[in-house]
């Protein structure tokens, strides 16, 4: 499985931006799909976006509009500018990457905090 490490998180005030980026540990050019969840205190963790090999986004209703993701094959990253963010978006989110052959695999996740 591929290796995935967050960065990017900290403290924000509501109605500022923020941008994650999750690297991977190779190439990410056969990960037919990668993406971000997060998962709030007492919460089940939830899908936030993801962004496929041919880099055709989805959203979560609760993010469309405010969040973005991308992906850079040359980098073996994919990011996620975060704008006009809520007290609601707090939470740990999590970069995964679906492969056919390994599956689903995980980070360890960055701490976003947004302040009302």
């Known amino acids: 499985q591929v290796q995935l490490v967050e960065s990017g998180g900290g403290l924000v005030q509501a109605g500022g931006s923020l941008r994650l980026s999750c690297a991977a540990s190779?190439?990410?050019?056969?990960?037919?799909?990668m993406g971000w969840s997060r998962q709030a205190p007492g919460k089940q963790r939830e899908w936030v976006t993801s962004i496929t090999s041919r880099s055709m986004t989805n959203y979560a209703d609760s993010v469309k509009g405010r969040f973005t993701i991308s992906r850079d094959n040359a980098k073996n990253t994919v990011d996620l500018q975060m704008n006009s963010l809520k007290p609601e978006d707090t939470g740990v989110y999590y970069c995964h990457a679906d492969e056919i052959d390994a599956g689903r695999s995980w980070g360890q996740g960055t701490q976003v905090t947004v302040s009302s």
């Open positions: 190779r190439s990410i050019v056969s990960i037919y799909n």
